[in-house]
């Protein structure tokens, strides 16, 4: 059944942003949703063919609605809600490549058991 009024938090919950609507709440009321651009509160209605920025830990995503559900079902179902943009696939992945890039290479804690096991063949490789 389809419905008309769906509140903002009620969608991301069904559409699986968050785990339940006390969190999608929560993030809400913290900043971390907007729309066209703007902070929104938790009542808000939302319509096909809204546009939403949502970040989540270091990922911000931006979506397109295109259709309103009240009910959390499938992921596969929940994806069928929204549209993520070209520009926001892009960027997601530009920022994911810059954060392993920025990884250290090098760390600053004892090697383990196996890590030392395959230094040490190695370093037997390079001497033979």
């Known amino acids: 059944m389809p419905c008309s009024d769906v509140r903002l938090d009620k969608w991301l919950w069904a559409a699986r942003f968050h785990k339940t609507r006390s969190l999608a709440k ?3 009321d913290s900043g971390h949703v907007r729309c066209a651009g703007e902070r929104c509160k ?13 970040r989540q830990g ?4 931006e979506i397109d609605v295109l259709a309103l559900s009240e009910q959390r079902r499938g ?6 809600l929204y549209v993520e943009t070209a520009a ?9 490549l810059a954060r392993q ?8 804690e004892r090697p383990t058991k196996k890590q030392r ?12």
């Open 88 to 96: 926001s696939m892009e960027q997601r992945e530009r920022a994911a």
């Open 101 to 108: 890039l920025a990884a250290p290479a090098v760390s600053d």
């Open 58 to 61: 270091h990922s911000e995503i």
């Open 26 to 28: 929560a993030a809400i």
């Open 42 to 54: 938790a009542g808000k209605n939302v319509q096909p063919g809204m546009r939403l920025r949502i």
């Open 117 to 128: 096991r395959d230094l040490r063949r190695f370093k037997s490789m390079l001497s033979e």
């Open 75 to 80: 992921a596969a179902e929940a994806r069928l």
